[in-house]
């Protein structure tokens, strides 16, 4: 369980300016939840959600995950980044170790657990290839299969899909349902599409720019599991979809500093 | 799209870069060439101080036959590689820290501004006066003009690592040391030995600059009492076996780097034909 409680971030960007990216946000994400958060680049989405994952610090306001205050990065919370970030010096089996031997877990038990999470990510054959010989749509499903195998309770996944193509993304989006609906952890999913957001969440939390707020959070009532093709002919998803993108574009144009 | 890029140029390439297709025909055909404009000069002038190749490289075996110049050859190397693995020691792990930390960066970087542009031989007589002239100032004059290099690019490298590449390995517990030792340092590799690869010609030419001022052994040494001596040959052979070394020492490093940096994106590799 995450509880987001009244959280504002402010950078510096010069001497005299400062930018509030997030102001006063608020949010409870119950365990097993899958949530995405919606908005226009410039957000503060992103920051929002690095901040859950400790990698940057709030200016004011906490979150508490699992009765503990968020002070920094731990294995209870898995990122999955648009860049991959990948270890270019490791194999792909090598990428999806990192993690458990870091916790210590023993070689050949790691070795197993690897092959299995390779095996559920579809990409069996390829361990020994490095990531500079995969395409991207291969690299983020490595990525995957790494912030998996360590077991975090909660995924934290930032726009995973954005440096994707359209086929490789729908692709990978019904795989990464798969993968979720098996074990239902909680998810915190950053993105700007409404389609992947309806498509995926049971909620879809839609924020303003500048500064960062929450506008609204959207209950997204479809069966799971939920299979693409007969989503898109489902009037329901249809109308969530249209909804959502009315809102969207009642938002004025964000700025580009 | 690059793929295409390529193969256009290819097929608009002149027919002498065919030559090209050859490995190694190239540098074979601009070393012939080379020592034949040498021969052709040297007779065309007839200078005392210019012999013609044809009389200077048969020194060549003869130096490296000779015990008391592979003595001095030995410990040129000796010093050449002492230099190298102290700046080594030094410079990456400060390199690194610098481009992980602004502060250590805002200490180091004035300091660095100021040594660069002093050539580092030009500090050997102040050197000696510490430090005498034998092994100690001549292998610290080494240090120094490797260290630059070298701490520049593990700087270099290290700025440019991704920080999601760290966020990633902090989620898995890895500790800002850790961090520093298993991401930062393999991350910034390639960038890292590219440095190394400047530094070791760095280390050659300082390596005989200080043999020049302060002579006991070494090549240095070799080159500078055969030019008092007026053996000229023997100077032009020196300065051959000099460049033959920092080729060969070249084509090793290379290829040691190229296994060590396999996995390295395109972008992260230098292009740089040395065979």
């Known amino acids: 369980m995450i509880s987001i409680d009244r959280v504002s971030k402010q950078f510096e960007t010069s001497r005299a300016r400062r930018h509030l990216a997030l102001s006063d946000i608020s949010l409870s994400v119950a365990r097993g939840e899958f949530v995405s958060i919606l908005g226009p680049s410039g957000c503060g989405k992103s920051t929002l959600l690095y901040i859950v994952g400790g990698f940057v610090e709030q200016s004011s306001g906490a979150v508490i995950v699992d009765d503990n205050p968020v002070t920094g990065p731990g294995p209870d919370r898995g990122p999955v980044f648009q860049e991959f970030a990948l270890f ?24 197993a657990r690897s092959r299995e999470l390779l095996t559920m990510v579809k990409l069996s054959g390829y361990e020994n290839f490095y990531p500079k010989e995969l395409s991207g749509g291969m690299k983020q499903r490595v990525a995957i299969a790494r912030t998996l195998a360590y077991r975090p309770n909660i995924l934290l996944m930032d726009e995973p899909f954005g440096a994707l193509d359209a086929h490789t993304r729908t692709k990978l989006q019904n795989d990464l349902l798969g993968i979720w609906e098996k074990d239902r952890k909680t998810v915190l999913f ?39 093709a007969a989503l898109l002919l489902n009037r329901r998803y ?20 | 799209m690059m793929a295409d890029i390529v193969s256009v140029e290819r097929a608009e390439a002149p027919w002498w870069s065919s030559a090209g297709t050859i490995p190694g025909l190239p540098p074979i055909m601009a070393c012939i060439g080379l020592l034949a404009l040498w021969e ?28 008391e110049s592979l003595i001095d050859i030995a410990d040129s190397l000796r010093r050449m590689v002492t230099g190298f ?19 250590v960066a805002a200490f180091f970087n004035p300091l660095l501004m100021v040594i660069y542009p002093v050539p580092k031989a030009a500090l050997m007589p102040i050197i000696m006066l510490w430090l005498g002239v034998g092994d ?20 270099q490298g290290s700025r440019a690592v991704e920080e999601k590449l760290l966020w990633s390995a902090a989620a898995m517990g890895l500790s800002a040391p850790a961090r520093l030792i ?39 040494n070799i080159i500078f009492v055969s030019l008092d001596l007026g053996v000229y040959d023997r100077v032009y052979a020196m300065i051959v076996i000099i460049g033959a070394l920092g080729f060969i020492l070249d084509v090793i490093f290379e290829s040691m780097r190229g296994r060590l940096v396999a996995w390295a994106e395109p972008s992260q590799a230098i292009v740089v034909g040395t065979t």
């Open chain 2, 85 to 103: 693995a102290l700046a080594l020691i030094f410079a990456v792990p400060a390199g690194l820290a610098m481009g992980r930390s602004k502060h």
């Open chain 2, 136 to 155: 100690a100032s001549k292998t610290l004059v080494i240090f120094l003009g490797v260290t630059l290099p070298l701490i520049y690019h593990s700087y």
């Open chain 2, 40 to 67: 052709v000069v040297a007779r065309w002038y007839g200078l005392n101080g210019l012999p013609p190749a044809s009389a200077a490289l048969p020194q060549i075996p003869e130096i490296l036959t000779d015990k």
């Open chain 1, 238 to 257: 249809q109308d969530y979809v249209v909804e959502i993108e009315k809102m969207m574009d009642e938002q004025p144009e964000t700025r580009v500093s």
């Open chain 1, 88 to 111: 270019p010096w490791k194999t792909v089996l090598g990428n999806v170790m990192y993690g458990l031997d870091q916790r210590g877990m023993p070689k050949d038990e790691a070795l």
């Open chain 2, 182 to 220: 298993r991401i930062v340092l393999p991350a910034a590799l390639p960038e890292i030995l590219v440095g190394c690869r400047t530094g070791l010609v760095l280390a050659l030419i300082t390596m005989v600059t200080s043999e020049m001022i302060a002579r006991q052994t070494g090549i240095g």
């Open chain 1, 190 to 228: 950053v993105t700007h599409s409404v389609e992947e957001a309806v498509f995926l969440s049971d909620r879809v939390v839609m924020m303003t720019s500048s500064p960062g707020r929450i506008k609204d959070i959207i209950k997204i009532n479809l069966p799971r599991p939920r299979e693409r």
